[in-house]
């Protein structure tokens, strides 16, 4: 009795994760995966709608859910927002401010990440923001906290509602998401996981206390107020922190390896609404 | 804090497992009752085995349920090998496993892997 249960329960986890994680990212296009995947979450988490997702972990945990409501109710990020807004109408020294990098119109999350075909590279908004900077003669900020968080969460904060719309105009691009997909599904680091272990294989599970969320929905909430933080971090900080969790080497915010993993994972929740800035435990 | 607090229950429990050994005749060898207490502290280590991330053991505080419970281990895991094997390098029973190999990967020693077997006779 016992050999055969198992049995089958080690077939079922091969099924449903054969589908993603032993497959070479090649083998299936960016259509089949967005399938593969809401099929996959659809029927892990049945009865919870597309548009859900982008509450990550509240979306499927009532217990925490109603602490994270409470706390919405008062945003520890809005006075971040409105440091953002500040930071968009301050011109830089030049006297030109964001707006002219940007139609002068903040609410730009849905433009981005999308694939420069002149420059073959994945351009997501922080790195747009620096661009910017740079051609005004400015620094450029730091990639993973502070003032550029600020300045995420204004433009995060004006563009909710916007859905995610994320392109693969050509091979070259989509050369740049199979790279994404890989990285996500590389085992890495001593602990031997890759991205999709916790939060394809395992979402909705336990990693101690923790119950891991899924993929599909990260990509919308960016900037996020994590109470571990104490303050806003950007979605390439997230990368980089479970990437140290696998006690792997991490990547660098907005090094090719990032860009082109937000472009994986920010295509997988294409049709969701971005909700930015959000709060997180 | 959390971290104090959990010494210190790791430190009873060491003390419980010690003075247990030490009054019961029925326990075959007090150094097979060290080495289950030394295994269950490695198991229990964050920074070493940290099975309770996923697995739900016996005593353990806000256990993971990434991987099966870990009971009645001897009836279960007769052959001790096989509980080496699982612990050394899961991918080779599971190449989609999320358990991390181990032994494999030097997470853990092979002595640490008998220890921690010696602990999970006694689950």
């Given amino acids: ?281 | 804090m959390r971290n104090t607090a959990r010494h210190a229950t790791i430190a009873l429990s060491l003390a419980a497992l010690f003075s247990a050994a030490s009054l019961m005749p029925q326990v075959a060898s007090a150094a097979g009752a060290n080495m289950a207490a030394k295994g269950k502290e490695i198991a229990w280590n964050r920074k070493k085995g940290n099975c309770l991330a996923c697995h739900v053991m016996a005593g353990g505080n806000l256990p993971g349920d990434i991987g099966p419970p870990l009971v009645a281990m001897k009836a279960r895991f007769p052959d001790r090998k096989k509980l080496f094997d699982q612990i050394y390098d899961a991918t080779k029973n599971n190449p989609s496993t999320r358990m991390p190999p181990f032994g494999k990967h030097k997470i853990l020693s092979n002595a640490d892997i008998e220890a921690i077997i010696d602990y999970l006779y006694t689950l």
């Avoid at chain 1, 900077?133 to 433009?155: Q, S």
């Avoid at chain 1, 929905?217 to 479970?242: D, I, M, N």
């Avoid at chain 1, 140290?244 to 080497?249: E, S």
């Fill in chain 1, 1 to 281: 009795m016992k050999p055969m249960k198992t049995a089958i329960a080690a077939l079922c986890a091969l099924a449903a994760t054969g589908a993603f994680a032993d497959k070479k990212a090649t083998d299936t296009t960016p259509e089949e995966d967005l399938k593969t995947y809401r099929d996959y979450f659809f029927k892990r988490f049945p009865g919870v709608p597309l548009q859900e997702y982008a509450n990550g972990v509240y979306a499927i945990d009532k217990t925490s859910r109603d602490s994270w409501e409470a706390i919405e109710e008062f945003p520890p990020y809005e006075p971040m927002v409105e440091e953002g807004e500040t930071m968009w109408n301050t011109p830089f020294a030049n006297g030109k401010t964001y707006g002219s990098c940007f139609n002068d119109d903040p609410a730009q999350r849905k433009n981005y990440p999308y694939w420069d075909d002149q420059r073959k590279m994945v351009v997501t908004l922080p790195l747009a923001i620096n661009e910017c900077r740079e051609k005004n003669g400015e620094k450029p900020l730091k990639y993973a906290k502070g003032p550029i968080t600020r300045l995420l969460a204004y433009m995060a904060y004006e563009s909710r509602g916007q859905k995610i719309n994320v392109k693969i105009p050509n091979k070259d691009a989509l050369a740049a998401y199979n790279n994404g997909k890989s990285i996500y599904w590389a085992r890495r680091g001593q602990l031997n996981f890759s991205c999709g272990s916790c939060h394809v294989q395992s979402a909705g599970q336990h990693i101690r206390a923790d119950i891991l969320s899924p993929a599909l929905g990260q990509a919308t909430g960016w900037p996020v107020y994590r109470s571990k933080w104490g303050e806003l971090g950007t979605f390439h900080r997230r990368f980089k922190g479970c990437m140290k969790q696998m006690r792997a080497k991490p990547y660098k915010p907005q090094s090719e390896e990032f860009r082109n993993l937000e472009y994986f994972l920010t295509y997988m929740s294409n049709g969701i609404e971005y909700n930015g800035p959000s709060s997180r435990k």
